[in-house]
C-alpha cells in the first residue's frame, strides 16, 4: 500500500468529517419537526449544503495532491538518475582524459558508457540447408554454387535509464548476389510475444549498399526497467566458402551461435573482435554442427565472424 503525506491525510480526515457532518444536518432536515420552522430550516439546509461542497472541495484536492506529488517523485527520481549518471561521466573523464585524448574519452562515454539498453543475452541460431528447386533453378542461370541458411535470432532487450525509451531496432542481412535480392527476408518478428503483423513487416524492408544489404527497421517503446524478449526469423544465402560478420548495435553479456548443416563442412570456425572472449565451442565436421559461446562484455561495434567450407556437389 503506498503512504499518504501527513497534510494529505488532514485533507483526507477534514473531507470525511465534513462529509459525515452533512449527512447529519440531512438527516435532522428530514425530521417533520424541523421542516415546520422555515427560518431554522432555511440555515440547516444552507448549512447541510455549505458542508457537502466543502467535503467535495477538500476531497478534490485530496486527489489533486496526491496526484502532484507522486508525478514529482517520478521527475525527482529521473533527475536524480540523470545526475549520478553525470557525475560517473565526469568522475571518467577526469580520471582518464589526464593520459588519453579528450575526444577519445568522450567517444568512449557515448558508445560504451551513455546507454539505456542492454542485451542481457543473445541466440542465433542457423540451419544450412540445401536450396529449393525455384532457387536452384536461379542459381545455376547465374552460374553460382550456394545454400540456403534459415535464421533465428533470440534476444532479451532492456531499459536500463531512468525514464521511457523510444527507439527504433534494426536487422540486417548480406545478399550474396543479386539473383537472391528478392529471396533474402525477415519472415517474423516478435516482441514481448506479439507479433508483428505482415503488411507491417514488409514495409519495414529496405535494400541498402547498392543492394548488397536488406535491413528492416521496427520502433520499440519500453518503459522505465521494462525487458523484452525478440524473437527475428528470416533467411539468406551464402556460398559453399564464405563467412557471416554479426555486429553489436547494443552492449550485450552473453552470445551463443549454433550452426547446423544438412552436410559435412571441410571447415569450420569462428572468431570475435570483442573484448569478450569465447568460453565455449564445439565444431564437428562431418556432422556439420558448430556451437560457440561469447561472454561479455560485449560492447557497442564489436562483432564475431563465422567462416566455413564446404563442397556441395560431392555432400
Known amino acids: 500500500m503506498k503512504k499518504f503525506e501527513g497534510y494529505q491525510l488532514v ?28 427560518s431554522l430550516f432555511f440555515n440547516l439546509n444552507v448549512a447541510a449544503l455549505f458542508t457537502k461542497e466543502l467535503a467535495f472541495a477538500l476531497l478534490i484536492s485530496f486527489v489533486i495532491s496526491v496526484g502532484i506529488e507522486r508525478r514529482a517523485k517520478h521527475l525527482d527520481n529521473i533527475s536524480h538518475e540523470r545526475m ?17 585524448p579528450r575526444n577519445y574519452v568522450d567517444a568512449v562515454v557515448d558508445r560504451d558508457l ?42 532479451e532487450l532492456k531499459n536500463i535509464s531512468g525514464g521511457e525509451v523510444e527507439r527504433t531496432l534494426r536487422v540486417y542481412m548480406p545478399v550474396a548476389h543479386p539473383v537472391f535480392q528478392d529471396w ?18 514488409r514495409s519495414y524492408r529496405r535494400l541498402e549498399r547498392e543492394g548488397t544489404t536488406v535491413s528492416y527497421e521496427w520502433p520499440v517503446t519500453l518503459r522505465q526497467g521494462e525487458a523484452v524478449t525478440v524473437e527475428i526469423d528470416g533467411h539468406l544465402f551464402k556460398r559453399p566458402a564464405d563467412n557471416d560478420i554479426f555486429g ?21 570456425g569462428l572468431f570475435e573482435r570483442s573484448a569478450g572472449a569465447i568460453t565455449n565451442e564445439h565444431i564437428d565436421l562431418e556432422k556439420g554442427f558448430g556451437m560457440w559461446v561469447l561472454e561479455g562484455p560485449i560492447l557497442p561495434n564489436d562483432s564475431i565472424t563465422m567462416w566455413w567450407l564446404c563442397d556441395l556437389d560431392s555432400a
Open 84 to 100: 549520478r549518471k553525470a557525475i560517473a561521466e565526469d568522475v571518467f573523464r577526469g580520471v582518464f582524459a589526464e593520459s588519453l
Open 248 to 268: 553489436f548495435h547494443a552492449p550485450a553479456f552473453r552470445y551463443e551461435v549454433v550452426f547446423r548443416s544438412a552436410f559435412p563442412m571441410t571447415s569450420l
Open 114 to 155: 551513455r546507454i539505456d539498453l542492454i542485451r542481457p543475452w543473445i541466440r542465433t541460431v542457423n540451419d544450412v540447408v540445401r536450396l529449393n528447386e525455384e532457387e536452384n533453378r536461379a542459381a545455376a542461370t547465374a552460374g553460382l554454387s550456394a545454400f540456403r541458411i534459415n535464421r533465428k535470432i533470440v534476444y
Open 11 to 38: 485533507i483526507l480526515m477534514l473531507a470525511l468529517a465534513f462529509l459525515i457532518l452533512s449527512m447529519g444536518i440531512e438527516e435532522r432536515i428530514s425530521i417533520p419537526d424541523h421542516k415546520s420552522a422555515t
Open 184 to 201: 533474402v527476408t525477415v519472415t517474423r518478428i516478435s516482441m514481448g510475444g506479439t507479433e508483428i503483423d505482415q503488411d507491417h513487416l
